[in-house]
């Protein structure tokens, strides 16, 4: 009778950790959810205004930092470089989402999807107005900050019957 109940009493013990360890885990990636959605919005606001140097702070600086852009890969140098002669034309952006995914990997790492429509308007009056765009981010927790440590952008051309108007 003696080792029934110490048997039950393992059990329900075991039972009780595991119930706290999941609300733990529960509670982690919900907090882990409230930063990631952080610092996704905080990108796409520097984006939109095309604040320079702090869409350069978002960015890895290792050297295993990629973003695939246009069929294009580029390392954290090349990215710089790439920036530095294009966003100074641009004079702002219009993110507009239709839809955003967040997977958190661990404590310190999560993807983010996100599709929707991206205009990007250039200081000599000219844009560049995407539908469906499409950006897949891996952030990762580095020094306290949430970093891009890899990117992937695309996006899908307007098909020839979308542009057909009804006659």
């Known amino acids: 009778m003696n080792k029934l109940l110490f ?4 059990l329900f013990i075991l039972g009780c950790t595991n119930q ?7 509670q982690n ?9 952080k610092a996704t919005s905080h990108f796409i606001k520097v984006i939109e205004t095309n604040d320079i140097p702090a869409i350069k702070e ?3 600086t290792s050297e295993n930092f990629r973003l695939i852009l246009s069929g294009d890969a580029y390392t954290s140098e090349s990215f710089k470089e790439m920036a530095d002669n294009m966003l100074p034309n641009v004079d ?3 993110m507009d989402t239709k839809q955003e995914i967040y997977t958190i990997i661990g404590k310190d790492c999560f993807i983010h999807y996100w599709t929707g429509f991206n205009g990007m308007y250039f200081k000599d009056g000219t844009s560049m ?5 499409y950006m897949t981010y891996i952030y990762k927790k580095i020094d306290q900050k949430w ?3 890899h990117a992937h952008e695309s996006w ?4 020839p019957e979308e542009n057909i108007s009804p006659e």
């Open 129 to 133: 107005e995407i539908n469906k765009f």
């Open 58 to 60: 978002c960015f890895d």
């Open 20 to 26: 706290d360890r999941t609300i733990t885990s529960l």
């Open 147 to 149: 970093k891009i440590i």
């Open 92 to 94: 702002h952006q219009i």
């Open 29 to 37: 990636e919900k907090k882990i959810l409230i930063e990631a959605a």
């Open 7 to 10: 048997y039950l009493g393992v």
């Open 156 to 159: 899908m051309p307007e098909s």
